[in-house]
């Protein structure tokens, strides 16, 4: 029974996880480069920014070129570089992130660092802050969506929609853990006589964290961790490396 309890668990939050995952924010970026130098420019900004950490896809979709961080890097996007048209020698960039703020953020970047066109006069420019590894990773462990809200806190990586989204996630997959937890020890475990109540007699052990089945709970719980785990570095890495670069954003 306890093999069938956490196998539950496990299929339900693996499966709101991928779920949240199949969400990316994608943007086009039209230039009047051709497609060579548009690609030699971003590669030049790949260079600098991943620190020449990234990989060229086969798998380009349709376009000409297309670029990721290597597995062991903290950037996670594709960026594609192809042609307008066929009848044009104008180009087009293509980037998917994760989540909205990436999106905005790496447009930004690309707008100044690969096409080179100016900030407008109207836009305030803010530094790119750094944050703390382990911060974020000690909130985790306690419960992931701290560990999110400190990551967007004043940063450019996360919206507001990013951020209720990301942390909405992490609640409902602790409150599910625990929830099918509760309902699955109340149908099975043996519950306390009526003898026993009478005589005021301890029962059976029916607590969530110390019964027969807080071993696979507290395993479950850390799923979702090991997720977001992931997720801190990828935040955590990725806006430290753009602090380092002093890169500047303006919404």
């Known amino acids: 029974m306890v093999k069938s ?41 790949l260079n600098t920014l991943t620190k020449k950490k990234y990989v060229s896809e086969n798998k380009t979709k349709g376009f000409t070129y297309r670029y990721t961080p290597k597995w062991y890097n903290p950037f ?65 462990l306690i419960t992931p969506g701290a560990s999110v809200l400190y990551n967007s806190y004043k940063s450019p990586l996360y919206t507001t929609s990013d951020t209720l989204t990301n942390t909405s996630f992490y609640l409902l997959a602790d409150l599910l853990i625990i929830g099918i937890a509760s309902w699955y020890s109340d149908q099975n475990l043996p519950k306390k006589g009526l003898a026993d109540k009478m005589l005021n007699k301890q029962g059976p052990n029916r607590s969530l964290f110390t019964g027969p089945y807080s071993g696979v709970l507290i395993g479950v719980l850390m799923i979702p961790r090991a997720f977001r785990m992931i997720g801190s570095y990828h935040d955590t890495g990725t806006q430290n490396r753009m602090a380092e670069l002093s890169y500047t954003y303006h919404f």
């Open 5 to 45: 309890f956490g196998s539950r668990i496990i299929f339900c939050i693996i499966g709101i996880y991928f779920f949240a995952l199949s969400t990316y924010s994608s943007e086009v970026i039209e230039t009047n480069q051709s497609v060579e130098n548009a690609n030699k420019s971003v590669k030049i900004f």
């Open 76 to 140: 996670n996007f594709d960026i594609y570089v192809g042609n307008f048209s066929k009848a044009t020698n104008t180009s087009i960039i293509r980037l998917e992130t994760p989540k909205h703020g990436e999106e905005q953020l790496y447009k930004q970047l690309i707008e100044t660092k690969v096409l080179k066109q100016p900030i407008p006069k109207d836009k305030k420019k803010t530094p790119i802050q750094s944050k703390s590894h382990i911060i974020s990773q000690t909130l985790n």
